[in-house]
């Protein structure tokens, strides 16, 4: 029964794509070329497995990679340094299993050490006060509001402060030391890959 977080692998997309666009009104849909993009570019992407099988997701994307969504856009006219969730999507049945507080913790252990903030967006024309709960309960806190364009859906703008980057900042600046916990960055990981 326990939850293992892993990086997405390619033959996975398709299920992801289910996986998404079964989730329902809080979550946007995707189409095929849409992920693939996604896969292609996101800093971070993975999957988590209980029981050998996937049952979610979590997509995010550093300040400085250019990410193209609205939302993300609006972080950038309010934050110089941030790391960006996309989205998480846990499947239904896995829901209240701990499979979203596996994903946030291990992204958070991925941020802190790169970005002095993490945030993300929650959609509040539905009725998401367990989400919005279970994000309080993480430290996020609501900065402003923000209506995506050509949607009419507005969103909680959400954001953590990361306690533990003004030290590593100081300490390692942006020469983290190669040690296989702190992961490296997708984007550059898979550019390094298809050079070797």
Avoid at 21 to 40: E, K, V
Avoid at 74 to 96: E, K, L, M, N, T
Avoid at 173 to 181: E, R, V
Wanted: proline share 6%; charged share 25%; net charge negative.
């Amino acid at each position: 029964m326990s939850i293992v977080v892993r990086d997405v692998r390619e033959h996975e997309l398709d299920s992801i794509l289910e996986l998404n666009n079964a989730a329902g009104p809080s979550i946007l849909p995707l189409d095929a070329d849409r992920l693939r993009h996604l896969f292609d570019t996101a800093e971070y992407f993975r999957v988590a497995e209980r029981d050998g099988a996937p049952t979610g997701f979590l997509i995010a994307f550093g300040s400085r990679s250019g990410h193209d969504s609205s939302n993300f856009q609006w972080f950038a006219a309010h934050y110089p340094d941030f790391f960006y969730i996309d989205r998480i999507v846990v499947a239904s049945r896995r829901r209240g299993g701990g499979v979203g507080r596996a994903f946030y913790a291990d992204v958070q252990s991925y941020a802190e050490v790169r970005y002095p903030v993490l945030t993300c967006e929650v959609f509040l024309e539905h009725d998401n006060d367990p989400v919005r709960l279970f994000h309080g309960s993480f430290g996020f806190r609501e900065i402003g509001q923000h209506v995506m364009p050509g949607t009419d859906i507005r969103a909680s703008m959400l954001v953590k402060d990361l306690c533990s980057y003004p030290w590593v900042r100081e300490r390692y600046g942006d020469a983290l030391p190669d040690a296989p916990w702190l992961g490296k960055p997708r984007a550059r990981r898979q550019a390094a890959e298809a050079g070797a």
